[in-house]
């Protein structure tokens, strides 16, 4: 998808987009080039906006249209998918490893002293501290909360039923820290879970990828991680070792050893 001219000139255009039609360019990024091959109206629907805050977007991009739109993405699409792309490249195994290992060294680089420094503090200090994730990331949810519950007392993983998370809400303990996962395609309940929890004085950690989950305007730390660079997949390495360092920041404001060694001997008890 990078040489594909189209997505490129998305990508560039992006950062510079109002709102709404940053949304409508995640969408079609997030599923090109099969987002942009429905109606106006479809693509509107699913990025949330208005049809003519989609159309504006295409007359931005100097396209005819979005009929125009649509030429464009066929023409450049032809014939290609991010797997074929991957599996055609030559040498694509070796290219494949090196693109991991450069964006594992891009994301540990994005995870600054000062932004290690503020979500230690927070994961060590909260009242609480929850987490959640999509699809995949939530393997690294799931990791963190395992991890840091046996640092400290009051760590939970946001629970998958809508009556089981309003029951949380209900009873959230403040200050509570929500450490959030969110990548393309960005969950719309995580979207909610989260900001139902902002509105109850949850501070929120984000986690997410170069375009920026929804929720980046509400989080108080935003990790942002460069962009997957492993072919047709989205590396869990990144979101893992981004987990490993907030965990070793919280552990080094927390004095944990008793509490680990009654964890060690309850656990050969049970």
């Not at 979207?191 to 501070?203: N, P, Q, T, V």
């Amino acid at each position: 998808m990078d040489d594909d001219p189209v997505a490129s000139r998305l990508s560039a255009v992006y950062p510079d987009l109002p709102p709404g039609e940053r949304a409508i360019v995640r969408v079609l990024l997030d599923d090109y080039p099969f987002a942009a091959l429905g109606s106006l109206r479809a693509l509107a629907e699913r990025s949330g906006v208005s049809p003519p805050t989609a159309s504006r977007l295409f007359d931005r991009l100097g396209y005819a249209g979005f009929a125009g739109f649509q030429s464009a993405v066929r023409d450049g699409a032809r014939d290609r998918s991010r797997l074929r792309e991957f599996v055609t490249r030559s040498p694509g195994m070796r290219r494949a490893a090196e693109d991991l290992r450069a964006g594992l060294d891009g994301t540990l680089a994005a995870v600054t002293e000062q932004l290690l420094d503020s979500v230690g503090t927070l994961l060590s200090q909260a009242a609480s501290v929850w987490a959640m994730g999509g699809p995949l990331s939530e393997l690294a949810a799931e990791y963190l909360i395992r991890q840091l519950a046996g640092l400290r007392p009051g760590v939970h993983r946001v629970p998958g039923s809508a009556p089981a998370r309003a029951r949380a809400l209900l009873d959230l303990p403040g200050p509570a820290a929500l450490v959030a996962y969110d990548f393309r395609r960005y969950s719309p309940g995580t979207a909610r879970f989260a900001e139902a929890a902002c509105a109850r004085g949850a501070r929120l950690v984000l986690i997410t990828d170069a375009w920026e989950s929804p929720l980046a305007a509400r989080a108080e730390t935003l990790i942002r991680l460069p962009p997957e660079a492993a072919g047709p997949i989205a590396p869990l390495a990144h979101q893992i070792a981004v987990t490993e360092l907030l965990l070793v920041a919280a552990a080094a404001r927390l004095d944990p050893a008793r509490r680990l060694a009654d964890l060690d001997e309850l656990t050969q008890a049970l």
